[in-house]
């Protein structure tokens, strides 16, 4: 198969992350994977959600929106469809595997991923880029003494696996996951442990060998992106 933009089936888009796009978060990225575009940036809260009131520990939150034009056509501003909730949840989710939250005290960190430009794998690109932005702003907290060096735990990032005419591309772009008769989202930590598989059969169903093949490619693409990662941090 050869595939729209001419890579190989299991090569990454080109990756490019951009530290402190934003001067006033307490951590922020770009993060670029082909033509996709996310802008990371975290906030800190001195509360945490009700539930949590009196626990002594806190938490970590995503929103996710695209922007207008981000997509082909416009999408309308402040309209939270369910998608965008779903895909909010599972970024909250990734990124809480990625902390100590026992060490935050009664604090909130809320990341916020706004989608630039789209094209294929938005939600993965924000959890990779997240981890990154959640990184910088803990590493100010605690030059601070407002949260401990080791708040932070290991690495964690995500990467977009399909079926496209009976092959597995990585890293799906729009054109392909359009055309994709199985996506799958895959959320992983540096040491290869899995936080979220979200797999789905746009027709025939998959088999587990398929599967299995699926997720050995995700993680190859995702321990890539998680040396990127360290890369940009240092």
């Known amino acids: ?72 056509t416009r999408t309308p501003r402040e309209r939270k469809s369910g998608r965008a909730e779903e895909i909010q949840r599972l970024i909250g989710r990734s990124l809480r595997a990625a902390t100590d939250l026992t060490a935050f005290g009664e604090r909130q960190l809320i990341v916020d991923c706004d989608v630039i430009q789209a094209d294929g794998g938005t939600r993965t690109a924000s959890i990779t880029g997240g981890y990154v932005a959640l990184a910088l702003a803990l590493r100010r907290l605690a030059r601070r003494a407002i949260i401990p060096a080791d708040a932070l735990l290991q690495p964690v990032a995500a990467i977009s696996v399909g079926i496209v005419r009976g092959v597995p591309p990585l890293d799906l772009c729009y054109a ?39 997720l050995d490619m995700a993680a190859q693409g995702i321990a890539t992106l998680i040396c990127c990662q360290r890369e940009v941090l240092g």
């Open 1 to 72: 198969m050869v595939r729209i933009d001419n890579r190989n089936l299991d090569q990454l888009r080109p990756v490019r992350i951009t530290l402190g796009y934003q001067s006033y978060a307490e951590g922020s990225v770009l993060i670029e994977l082909g033509r996709t575009s996310v802008l990371c940036s975290v906030t800190m809260e001195e509360r945490v959600p009700a539930f949590l009131k009196g626990s002594g520990e806190g938490w970590v939150t995503a929103e996710y929106s695209m922007l207008p034009r981000s997509t082909v």
């Open 176 to 214: 392909e996951d359009h055309q994709a008769e199985v996506d799958l989202n895959v959320v992983m930590t540096q040491a290869g442990d899995l936080i979220e598989v979200q797999g789905t059969a746009e027709g025939s169903p998959f088999s587990r060998g398929t599967l299995e093949r699926m």
